[in-house]
């Protein structure tokens, strides 16, 4: 069974320009996360989806970024337009939303703004 | 106050040596409480899941504390392939699926 994809892998840009990064999660889960982990705050929690819905998005920077989740099995996290600050990892992780089910990470996308 | 809390050391320890790893958690209805383990460079992945009466998995043995809201890791006899970061993890069972991290702990072991 495939884990959680994402892509690109790696990801380098110029400042301004625009970047969208591509989840899909796990089939049959219900919950989709977008995490963001940089070395000075750790791995925090973007956004996160239930049934396709955006549920929380209090920990989107600002309005720079923007995330979807048009159907069950494909998520986009865009940055327009990004800045240097924005040079982290970003990971998706998906879940079975019934108590205590374990949140299964993918690889994560490197994003490197210049 | 944030959520988790943990010490984020780094640990070094010499291979066969045991160590600890203590977290606290700040809300009261956390229901479900984990351990991840993250690699250098890789995706966080569940260790495993720590449970009321305490629970181990060969090397590794978790307690949790209701009362005073405190969870730990034990590692006995370590083993170079252990180094990594180890992240306490709780979740609440009305905010469907969503973790709430601890910065981690860095762990190296050393031959």
């Known amino acids: 069974d495939a884990g959680v994809i994402q892509s690109p892998r790696h990801e380098v840009t110029e400042m301004g320009q625009e970047v969208t990064l591509r989840c899909k999660p796990i089939s049959g889960h219900n919950s989709l996360f977008w995490y963001r982990q940089t070395m000075m705050r750790g791995l925090e929690l973007l956004i996160y989806f239930n049934n396709n819905v955006p549920i929380d998005d209090s920990g989107m920077p600002e309005d720079r970024f923007s995330a979807k989740m048009p159907n069950a099995s494909f998520s986009t996290l865009k940055i327009q337009p990004s800045e240097p600050r924005d040079s982290a990892v970003y990971f998706c992780?998906?879940?079975?939303?019934?108590?205590?089910?374990?949140?299964?990470f993918g690889p994560g996308t490197r994003l490197t703004v210049l | 106050r944030k959520e988790v809390e943990q010490d984020p050391g780094p640990f070094n320890v010499p291979e066969g040596a045991t160590v600890a790893f203590n977290c606290t958690y700040s809300?009261?209805?956390?229901?479900?409480f984990f351990w991840y383990r993250q690699d250098c460079r890789k995706e966080p992945k569940l260790l495993m899941s720590v449970y009321s009466s305490g629970n181990e998995d060969g090397r590794f043995t978790a307690q949790l504390n209701r009362a005073s809201q405190y969870i730990s890791l034990l590692i006995r006899d370590s083993k170079l392939s252990d180094s990594a970061t180890y992240l306490c993890?709780?979740?609440?069972?009305?905010?469907?699926?969503?973790?709430?991290f601890g910065r981690g702990t860095q762990l190296t072991v050393w031959p």
């Open positions: 809300n009261s209805a956390s229901q479900s």
């Open positions: 993890v709780v979740s609440r069972s009305s905010t469907l699926g969503r973790l709430y």
């Open positions: 992780a998906s879940t079975r939303t019934t108590s205590g089910d374990t949140q299964y």
